[in-house]
């Protein structure tokens, strides 16, 4: 039994809203013969569409319909292929059999233009067309909202609008573009390049602001340039308070706990959370940079260090001057360079090393830039050289390189050791330079402390007798002038004074001679 499809006429039968839902599905309405006559019972009718009248390739999905009335040889059928009407040609290839059938269909020819109805699916007045696109030059579009308030607006509750590149992974590229109207593009937002992943909020001609209803909050400039509060950023990172308040701050870093880590409020203070509980270095001012806010550590102070055949100085070494060479790093700020300790009793023990990792104040022009324990205890090695090291008791050097050890003589000492120690090893010591004096000493500078005291006494003496010794001699200078108009009473006046002064004379003599003598012990 021939069957031949004699006419295929579309109606435009899209049901209310179709359009406006976005639905592909639309009504085909076709004439079936049988040997010429028009055919009536039921059939299986399959359709499938492709891009050419013969050839080409097929769109969308097969369509089968089974038991479908035909009356009279008319049929009417719904048929969704999907998003395949994009404004090019479409043909539809129907093939049939008996509806009782489970044989192949025949495929009815010649294939069957498809012209209204689909091509509403992709042109709807007021669109018109222009090859593959499509285009609208009056009035709103909107997608889920029948009153668009825009050009484009997208009405949902979830994700509105997806931009999908062709590629997967790194290689993927899609963004949306700002153009002029020129068509020069501005700027874009979205994955601009090829190899990360990465989403970019890009600038082509300007800056990039982040606004709020305060105005510019944050500025990126063509210059590489950020600000937060200011708009044209002279720095890396410019950061400006909103106001002059004095409560109002500029910067602030908070712990992930929400605790104070560091605050720049608007009158220039700066306040710091915590340091780090083991180490010596702290914040202070640096005027060399119009008094910036800058480390330091009072507690040590870096120097220049250098071999002297017993190795480079390590921490808790004790180090000496060397005094016969200078700075070998050309560093006139520290014109010295310390090595090794490696005698006994150093006059030129300067100190001894703490751990580089704590910090230190000055300047460090390289890793041979160590800090000097100023102040504080830090560890520092000793040995039994001098006899077991009780706690207190005052460290000078040893013979043996970098090590200390336990002072009885008159020596320049690093400091006091805080713990006892019964072999070669690593103590605590407070950083207390300085020199030690044994007991011979110390009751030899309480005797000349006496001597100076009572040498003061005595000069103290003589000064109340020096103004009536120049009354005498005024009274003495007078007389003699006047001596051959005295008489004998007057001369023996004269002598009987002389008399009485006499013994105030010989204290005087005696007063000098004690200074000098007094003058030459010290």
Request: with cysteine.
């Amino acid at each position: 039994m021939a069957k031949h499809l004699v006419l295929a006429v579309l109606f435009v039968l899209l049901p209310a809203g179709t359009v406006s839902g976005q639905s592909t599905a639309f009504t085909y309405q076709g004439q079936l013969t049988d040997t010429g006559v028009p055919a009536t019972g039921t059939y299986d009718l399959q359709f499938k569409l492709f891009d050419d009248p013969s050839t080409g390739t097929q769109k969308g999905g097969t369509v089968t319909k089974d038991n479908v009335t035909v009356a009279n040889g008319v049929f009417t059928v719904q048929l969704d292929f999907g998003a395949v009407f994009d404004g090019n040609g479409r043909y539809l290839e129907i093939g049939v059999r008996p509806g009782a059938s489970t044989s192949g269909f025949q495929t009815l020819l010649p294939r069957q233009a498809l012209t209204a109805a689909p091509s509403a699916l992709f042109s709807v007045a007021p669109w018109a067309t222009s090859g593959s696109a499509a285009f609208y030059n009056g009035g709103n579009v909107g997608i889920g909202t029948a009153s668009p308030g825009t050009k484009l607006h997208v009405n949902g509750v979830a994700e509105g609008i997806r931009l999908q590149g062709e590629a997967s992974g790194d290689a993927n590229q899609s963004f949306m573009s700002f153009v002029d109207s020129t068509g020069t593009r501005i700027g874009y937002v979205g994955d601009g390049s090829t190899g990360d992943k990465s989403v970019f909020l890009n600038s082509d001609l300007g800056d990039v602001v982040l606004n709020t209803s305060a105005g510019r909050v944050l500025t990126a400039t063509s210059e590489g340039n950020v600000g937060i509060g200011i708009t044209n950023p002279n720095a890396r990172l410019e950061v400006a308070a909103a106001d002059a308040s004095q409560n109002n701050f500029g910067f602030e870093v908070l712990t992930g706990s929400k605790q104070l880590g560091l605050l720049v409020r608007n009158d220039g203070t700066v306040q710091v959370g915590n340091l780090l509980p083991n180490a010596a270095k702290h914040a202070c001012l640096n005027n060399v940079f119009m008094w910036g806010f800058a480390g330091c550590s009072s507690a040590a102070e870096y120097v220049p260090t250098a071999d002297e055949g017993q190795g480079y100085p390590n921490a808790a070494d004790l180090v000496s001057i060397a005094s016969a060479r200078g700075n070998p790093y050309g560093d006139d700020h520290a014109p010295f360079v310390v090595v090794k300790s490696t005698t006994s009793c150093d006059a030129d023990l300067l100190g001894f090393v703490v751990d580089p990792a704590l910090g230190a104040d000055g300047v460090k022009l390289n890793d041979h830039y160590l800090p000097l324990a100023i102040y504080g205890y830090f560890p520092a090695k000793v040995t039994l050289e001098n006899g077991p090291i009780k706690r207190g008791d005052p460290i000078t050097s040893s013979s043996k390189p970098g090590f200390g050890m336990k002072s009885t003589g008159a020596c320049t000492i690093i400091g006091y050791a805080l713990e006892d120690a019964d072999g070669d090893g690593i103590v605590q010591v407070f950083a207390a330079h300085g020199e030690h004096a044994v007991p011979e000493v110390a009751a030899l500078r309480s005797q000349v402390q006496e001597l100076r005291q009572a040498n003061a006494v005595l000069a103290a003496r003589l000064e109340t007798l020096e103004e009536p010794n120049l009354l005498l001699q005024a009274r003495l200078t007078a007389l003699e002038q006047d001596r051959y108009g005295q008489s004998l009473a007057e001369r023996a006046s004269l002598l009987s004074l002389r008399g009485d002064w006499s013994s105030w004379g010989a204290m005087i003599g005696l007063g000098l001679l004690l200074t000098t003598r007094w003058r030459n012990r010290e």
